[in-house]
Structures are given as C-alpha cells and as structure tokens.
C-alpha cells in the first residue's frame, strides 16, 4: 500500500500553523532561484541559513526593483522586502496591519 501522508492535505484556515524548522513560510521560489518567504510579524532581520547552519541576520529594506516576475506572481504594487545579505524576498505577515499609510487605494 503506498500511503503519501502529503498527497492532498486539506490547509486548515483555523488552526495556526506553527511549522519547527523555518518559521517562514517558503511562498514561492523564482525563476533564478530567488527564495520568496513570508516574513514574520515585526520581523526585522533575515532568518536565512546558509549552508553551514548560520543566520543570515541580514536587514529586511523595502525593495521596490523586482521584475515581471514578481509583479505577475503577487501584482505590481506588491509590498516587497529584501534582505541586503541573501537577496531572499519577503512579503508582508497577513497578520500585520500596514504600518504607514500607502497609495495604493
Ligand atoms: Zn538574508
């Protein structure tokens, strides 16, 4: 019998997922290997692993350089951060309120 315990899983809305090894969520992965993860509520600096196991640590700056790319995948207004160390990608936490008031309304 091949049981796939991943095959279908229903994603719980309800439940908070609180996932052990990276507590952000991979979103997506670009076409250059570009990493894009969810950031964390008040989350400031990148919690990236190199290859040895060491944190990245790097500033999470807005970034407002991305390609199509990333403006097909979540839209030319996209609220983009970037770490200056790794270069991966962060969105904004669903859960955080914007901070400053944009125009994007
Ligand atoms: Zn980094």
């Known amino acids: 019998m091949a049981t796939n315990p991943d095959a279908g899983a229903p994603k719980t809305a309800a439940q908070t997922p609180a996932p052990p090894a990276d507590p952000c969520e991979l979103v997506a992965t670009l076409s250059d290997g570009t990493k ?3 950031r964390l509520v008040r989350m400031r600096a990148c919690n990236e692993k190199d290859a040895k196991g060491k944190v990245c640590a790097g500033h999470l700056k807005r970034w407002y350089f991305f390609g199509q790319e990333v403006k097909e995948k ?4 996209a ?3 970037r770490c200056e160390n ?3 990608l962060y969105l904004p936490n669903g859960g ?3 901070r400053s008031g944009t125009m994007e309304y």
Do not use: L, Q
């Open 74 to 77: 979540f839209g030319a207004n």
């Open 79 to 81: 609220e983009i951060y």
């Open 36 to 38: 894009v993860k969810r």
């Open 96 to 98: 955080e309120a914007p």
């Open 86 to 88: 790794c270069k991966v």
